[in-house]
Nanobody, 114 residues
């Protein structure tokens, strides 16, 4: 299993970013996917989930209405569209799939600052 995140960076408050996670080594289309984040000195928290077919999504309360998780099963990729970013969204964002255990990507840094 390999998960490779991309798309992080530095953005001003109110800005947008789109994270991508390219998956390989397993049958992507039959597994739900997750995005987590971990701010410095904080515990990792679940940000968003999406079902295998993409029809069902769930979000952390603090990102509802601002973040959108989606997937393209033809490309084995899951996305996290982040709008109206706030300084408190600053964290390393991780893609995750749960099979027999949790599998994680290497993470991508998102920094929201003026």
């Amino acid at each position: 299993v390999q998960l490779v995140e991309s798309g992080g960076g530095l953005v001003q408050p109110g800005g947008s970013l789109r994270l991508s996670c390219a998956a390989s080594g397993f049958t992507f289309s039959i597994y739900g996917m997750r995005w987590y984040r971990q701010a410095a000195g904080e515990e990792r928290e679940l940000v968003a989930t999406i079902s295998s077919g993409g029809s069902s999504t769930n979000y952390l309360d603090s990102v509802k209405g601002r973040f959108t998780i989606s997937r393209d099963n033809a490309k084995n990729t899951v996305y996290l569209e982040m709008n109206s970013l706030k300084p408190e969204d600053t964290a390393v964002y991780y893609c995750c799939v749960v099979r027999t255990r949790y599998y994680w990507g290497q993470g991508t840094q998102v920094t929201v600052s003026s």
